[in-house]
């Protein structure tokens, strides 16, 4: 994921001033004229997102040329509202250090909701060979509003391919309101939800949920996590059993023993591990991004994006909480240096 930057450069000032397309007229902030604001290419470090708050502690670099600004063939837009408006080669003169090409592209949120976006873009060259990915994300985008962000492809292209075209290859939504996070500030709850990027091997797949206490008081866990599937398009995923353990899934997986009570003081976590096959035979194959987690009973809901590639097997295994023995605070560790 992109970092943010210390602060907003002088020149993104109009882009926080973006409101929405003219079709989203019925949403909240209708009535208020698009800002048309002319701007210099940006490095894809320096460039903050609309909606976005910057980070405090995250110095970024400033470019010290301009990129080549390369022809996009055709209008890039995605099913799922982003559209590619800008594609830049960078050159060793940029400044933009580690970057050889990026996109600058928008997202329009249709929902009734904020949302925040990962949007992965895939680079090509004219024969159509792929060149590489870049991901980025877009902060807490208002309902009816326009998201704009930038995403970076670092890294040598094989071959010495020339890029010439860019496209949209995935695009994931999550509530800001259920938003997960591993850092930054505590959420209302006193606890982060968070999931890994997991493990896969020969069809086997398990991802790891992580909970950390960051409040200030003790926060009571027993049992299993309550998950909600969904599709695409946050649609719940019905006819997958949610089985309680691993064990069905296959042997040597986290997640196998059995529940017990524990009780995490501020600065402690837990974890459990979600397993699953991706074995496709007859049938449909079920892969649904989004997973919406209650941590207890009453909880509030946390979505995570484990891509669930459950194949035809119809199963996702939970396992119990456990305390987490290897975590350790950063914020309290960095607290606690003299």
């Known amino acids: 994921m992109p970092r943010l930057p210390r602060a907003v450069p002088p020149v993104l000032a109009g882009f926080l001033l973006l409101t929405a397309c003219g079709s989203h007229d019925a949403s909240p902030g209708a009535g208020i004229p698009d800002v048309k604001v002319s701007v210099e290419a940006l490095c894809p470090s320096d460039y903050t997102q609309y909606g976005a708050t910057p980070s405090a502690d995250r110095p970024t670099a400033t470019p010290s040329g301009t990129p080549t600004s390369l022809p996009l063939p055709s209008p890039v837009t995605d099913d799922d509202g982003v559209r590619v408006t800008k594609l830049y080669a960078w050159g060793p003169d940029s400044g933009c250090v580690g970057v050889d090409h990026s996109a600058e592209f928008e997202i329009v949120n249709t929902t009734s909701a904020a949302a925040t976006y990962t949007v992965t873009l895939s680079f090509s060259s004219a024969s159509g060979t792929a060149a590489g990915t870049a991901e980025a994300v877009v902060e807490a985008v208002g309902p009816g509003r326009t998201g704009k962000g930038a995403a970076a492809m670092t890294g040598t292209v094989p071959g010495d391919l020339q890029v010439t075209g ?18 930054g500030p505590c959420p209302a709850s006193g606890v982060r939800v968070y999931a890994d990027r997991g493990d896969a091997a020969m069809g086997l797949r398990a991802v790891g949920l992580h909970l950390v206490n960051c409040g200030t008081e003790p926060y009571a866990l027993d049992g299993y996590p309550e998950l909600e599937i969904q599709d695409e398009d946050h649609n719940t995923v019905k006819g997958v059993r949610i089985l309680r ?20 003081r501020p600065g402690e976590a837990a974890r459990t591990t979600l ?4 074995t496709t035979q007859a049938g449909t194959p079920v892969n649904a991004p989004y997973a919406r987690v209650w ?3 009453g909880a509030d809901p946390v979505m995570v994006v484990p891509e669930l590639d459950l194949g035809t097997t119809g199963r996702l295994g939970v396992g119990p909480w456990r305390r987490d023995e290897s975590y350790r605070d950063q914020d309290q560790d960095a607290t606690a240096r003299p």
Not at 166 to 183: G, H, L, Q, Y
Not at 275 to 278: E, S, T
């Open 275 to 278: 397993a699953w096959r991706n």
């Open 245 to 264: 353990g691993t064990q069905e899934i296959g042997g040597g997986l986290g997640g196998q023993e059995a529940p017990q009570a524990l009780t995490l």
């Open 166 to 183: 860019v496209k949209v290859i995935r695009v994931r939504s999550v509530p800001v309101a259920e938003a997960s996070s591993a850092s």
């Open 295 to 297: 941590a207890r009973p």
